[in-house]
């Protein structure tokens, strides 16, 4: 019997995994062969994260964050609305090598003496008042007093399975480019590029993370694309798409390599049952615009240790009125700041021709306004985001709001005011 089994090594899995067994006999359970490799992602990881990981990482090891995060391009065809954090103060977080990341966090589960088990899938979940049992595609079981779901979105029936709801889903690829450091930095200047074009995608970005001798491209598909068409589509982009060419130029990459997956957002309405807690993008706990992953995962598994470890010491059956604490603290700890992304994404990701006129007035915005640059650094550094300004984002969307010529104006108000709201 185990005091709990994680299902899904990813970042949320891995930092609940690292935290939780410090003081609980604990499993990891990843259906990917980890053994075999775990996928490379390059990833941004904003100084906002580091609170949820402190004590489990180290800043200065250079192989999990080969570089500092110092600038973000929000791009458009005509603009590039740069955060420069040489323009505020400290960098706006690391560049992460996230398998790198994992694996670190995998070896310090192991050395808190949990186990870890990958290329294993479990298939069911059977309910007990004392305990669950699960039970793998080779008819084996092991049995928990808690059960964490940290799968992301290829987890889906397993939560129907236990009676949560799944969050929205869309389909997205990205693929790694290499060359040497010196070619990478004439390439690319930003450490993020965040570009937007409703041709490429109506629900999401096409992104650029640069790392050392290598970066991570990819973009977030519609709903119902197939695999092929996605990678075809990424490939022809990466080929001939202009305003990214000089930035891939000279640099080599296998598309047969791209990777593709599904990507949650919208949280669903419960994160907790007797016995059982979801975290991060499992429960869609995703910034609905930037897709910013890796917060969610990091700060979810900090707030289910915190709630889980008096709940461990006071020998408790795991209620669902108990473990409701989860879900309060998640709410308040980053929904404020998630409204920002609620907002945007109301805003750009939808049918309208004004999408490419809004996202190149945003991107005109940040080059020229200095406040606006600065409201966006702060939400990158603040290491308590549950106090996240709001009236920062209000002013940003004023000002873009004033921007508009005077017939747009009139014709997208309503959808301005509403996405004020949304604040």
């Known amino acids: 019997m185990y005091d709990v089994i994680i299902i899904g090594a990813g970042v949320s899995g891995v930092t609940f995994a690292s935290k939780i067994s410090k003081y609980a006999k604990t499993m990891l359970i990843e259906a990917q ?3 075999k490799e775990i996928p490379i ?3 941004i990881f904003p100084e906002h994260n580091k609170p949820f990981v402190k004590e489990e990482l180290d800043w200065n090891n250079k192989k999990i964050f080969p570089n500092p995060h110092t600038t973000s391009n929000y791009m458009s065809d005509e603009f590039n609305g740069v955060i420069d954090s040489k323009e505020f103060g400290i960098p706006l977080g690391n560049v992460s090598y996230t398998e790198n990341l994992i694996q670190y966090l995998i070896t310090q589960l192991e050395s808190h003496g949990g186990t870890f088990k990958s290329n294993e899938r479990i298939s069911k979940i059977n309910r007990y ?13 092991y049995t928990s007093k808690l059960l964490i779901l940290a799968t992301g979105s290829r987890g889906f029936e397993l939560q129907r399975s236990l009676g949560f709801g799944v969050p929205d889903s869309y389909i997205g690829v990205y693929l790694h480019l290499f060359g040497d450091e010196t070619k990478i930095n004439e390439n690319l200047r930003w450490n993020y590029t965040f570009h937007i074009n409703p041709k490429i995608s109506k629900n999401g970005p096409f992104f650029f993370n640069k790392g050392v001798e290598r970066i991570s491209a990819g973009y977030l598909g519609e709903k119902n694309q197939s695999k092929e068409e996605i990678i075809s589509k990424l490939e022809r982009i990466l080929k001939n798409y202009k305003p990214i060419q000089s930035f891939v130029d000279g640099l ?4 047969s390599d791209a990777i593709v997956g599904e990507i949650s957002k919208h949280p669903i309405k419960k994160y907790s049952n007797d016995r059982v807690l979801i975290l991060g993008e499992a429960a869609g706990i995703v910034s609905a615009f930037f897709y910013e992953g890796l ?3 990091v700060a979810c598994a900090d707030i289910a240790a915190k709630t889980l470890k008096p709940l461990f010491e006071k020998g ?15 709410n308040r700890v ?3 700041y998630f409204k920002n992304g609620n907002a945007f994404e109301y805003l750009i990701y939808n049918e309208s021709s004004s999408v490419k006129s809004l996202w190149n007035l945003y991107t005109k915005l940040l080059s020229e306004n200095k406040t606006c640059r600065k409201y966006i650094y702060d939400a990158y550094i603040n290491h308590d985001l549950s106090k996240h300004i709001v009236s920062n984002d209000r002013y940003v969307g004023e000002k873009l ?6 017939l747009s104006k009139l014709t997208l108000s309503p959808k301005f005011f509403k996405a004020m709201l949304l604040l």
């Open 33 to 35: 062969d980890y053994q």
């Open 41 to 43: 992602r390059t990833n």
């Open 129 to 141: 008042n004392d305990h669950l049992e699960l039970i793998n595609t080779k008819g084996e079981s």
């Open 252 to 255: 080599t990459y296998n598309i």
């Open 295 to 297: 917060l969610p995962g």
């Open 316 to 330: 408790s059956n795991f209620s669902r009125v108990e473990l409701q604490e989860y879900d309060k603290e998640v």
């Open 334 to 336: 980053l929904m404020t």
């Open 401 to 406: 709001f004033g921007m508009l010529p005077t």
